[in-house]
């Protein structure tokens, strides 16, 4: 058997341990906070649902100590992970001891003596497939509910959206989230077009897309409105229609060549100027209208109720409630004007000490400027955007309103074999309370506010360093 099949083998027989639970136990759900997190977690709600069983949810952004303390007081005895909870493994076994623990994660597991028979872990990583690619939570969840329920199939569109949300399309998906896709797709659920992969671009005005399109980041026009206006008028497309504002929809075929060329033009110095043409996933299941359409906004939807502290919309819209996914676009609208917000303070404020700008790095400290749920986002923007020189590490940082500050790392270009866990845990080494978490390619952690200066000049010298040694190399 090929490692892939030996993950699927292994998962499957999780699933049927999982099956033999009681079922008049009520299971303990905990999930993360972003887009794949709530796919996952609706997956699993989804898959408990038909099985009837009975259970209570949580969604977290980070699984620390103070949260698995409060969960090991609770009188549940399974708990469930969702997209979360490998990273911390060893602390879940010291902390959950004489509980049943499933963990359906993709993030790299914590090295942890899985003979323990009571956590049982679901994890590509484990066969040695890349969780950061080639597989969400999301996906994992599904591959996992698959082995209990054949209806789960129906919502194969769902682990996409959590894949899309993880970033790990790439003009296409990998092997596994592959598979998941074709399922998708067999079952009615997606139809792929190539096009112009803007954010909103079936509803809102098109200055508005464009001043809102972070990913594709375009110079001058994102995070701008006049910028955007000044840029349709630049390339000869009128932006109102009459009194009213144009949307892409309104654009005839000249038009909509003019504003492929001319995004392109203006991202020219970027990456990959020719990004803002791709796969676009539209789900089948939507309203022709409706900016849950496209998949890709399907995940920012999710990303912005998590963001918000809304998670529960974000679940509702996956499940298909027709008056919870209203409010759930309600919400996003606002986390758009939060990022818009976020690009606008960092432009206003890169000159001043709020910015510390070193060789090979830049240290934005927001305080309380930028909501902290949003920092890791903008340094993901940040990263995408050109406004620093390829292989630039950027570490953002906000404050929580508990005395906790929330620090995010990224770099900027699109290296991937650069290991951001292995930094961020090296900054935040031997400071006390602090505790680390993400991937290769987005790590973050969270620290004391009071040890904010103690960490900025930690990461000053690690950052400084792993810079030189990324020019040696
Ligand atoms: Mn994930």
């Not at 992970?81 to 597991?109: C, M, Q, R, W, Y």
């Not at 809102?204 to 840029?231: A, H, M, N």
């Not at 003019?258 to 796969?279: A, F, H, Q, S, Y």
């Amino acid at each position: 058997m090929d490692s892939y099949e030996l993950f699927k083998e292994d998962v499957k027989s999780i699933a049927e341990a999982f099956s033999r639970i009681d079922r008049n136990e009520t299971i303990r759900l905990i999930s993360h906070l972003d887009a794949d997190g709530i796919s996952a977690a609706s997956l699993m709600i989804k898959c408990l649902n038909n099985d009837n069983r009975k259970y209570s949810i949580t969604i977290v952004q980070q699984l620390n100590k103070e949260v698995l303390t409060e969960v090991a007081k609770e009188p549940y005895k399974t708990v469930v992970f969702t997209d979360i909870g490998a990273g911390v493994a060893n602390s879940i076994k010291e902390i959950l001891k004489g509980k049943t623990v499933f963990i359906l994660d993709h993030h790299e597991p914590e090295a942890v003596d899985m003979k323990e028979e009571s956590i049982l872990m679901a994890n590509p990583h484990k066969f040695g497939i890349d969780g950061g690619l080639e597989i969400s939570g999301a996906g994992v969840v599904y591959l996992f509910a698959s082995c209990l329920d054949e209806k789960i199939k129906e919502f194969a569109h769902i682990a996409i959206i959590g894949a899309i949300g993880d970033l790990q399309e790439n003009n296409g998906f990998s092997k596994l989230n592959n598979e998941i896709l074709n399922e998708a797709i067999s079952g009615g659920k997606i139809k792929i077009i190539r096009g112009l992969r803007l954010f909103g671009a079936q509803t809102k005005p098109l200055y508005r897309v464009l001043e809102y399109c972070t990913d594709p980041y375009i110079p001058g026009v994102t995070g701008s409105e006049s910028g955007s206006i000044q840029f349709l008028y630049s390339i000869g497309i009128n932006p109102k229609n009459g009194s009213s504002w144009k949307k892409i929809g309104h654009l005839d075929n000249e038009e909509m060549k003019k504003l492929v060329t001319g995004v392109i033009m203006k991202r020219l110095n970027e990456d990959k100027p020719d990004d803002v043409l791709g796969n676009v996933y539209l789900l089948r299941g939507e309203e022709h209208e409706s900016p849950t359409k496209d998949a890709r906004e399907f995940a920012t939807l999710l990303n912005a109720c998590g963001r918000l502290g809304k998670a529960s919309l974000g679940i509702g819209a996956c499940l298909g409630d027709k008056k919870i996914k209203e409010k759930a676009i309600h919400s996003m609208d606002s986390y758009k004007k939060e990022i818009v917000n976020a690009i606008k303070w960092f432009e206003g404020n890169k000159e001043n000490e709020f910015v510390i700008k070193g060789d090979g790095f830049v240290i934005i400290n927001a305080q309380h400027m930028v909501m902290h749920t949003i920092i890791g986002t903008l340094a993901s923007i940040l990263s995408k955007s050109n406004s620093f020189k390829e292989n630039t590490f950027i570490m953002s940082m906000a404050r929580l309103v508990d005395g906790n500050t929330k620090v995010s790392l990224r770099i900027s270009g699109r290296k991937k074999d650069f290991d951001l866990k292995q930094v961020i845990d090296s900054i935040v080494y031997g400071i006390e309370n602090c505790e680390a978490g993400g991937h290769a390619n987005a790590a973050g952690a969270q620290i004391p506010s009071e040890k904010e200066e103690e960490v900025i000049e930690k990461a000053k010298e690690v950052l400084g360093k792993f810079a030189m040694e990324e020019k040696v190399l």
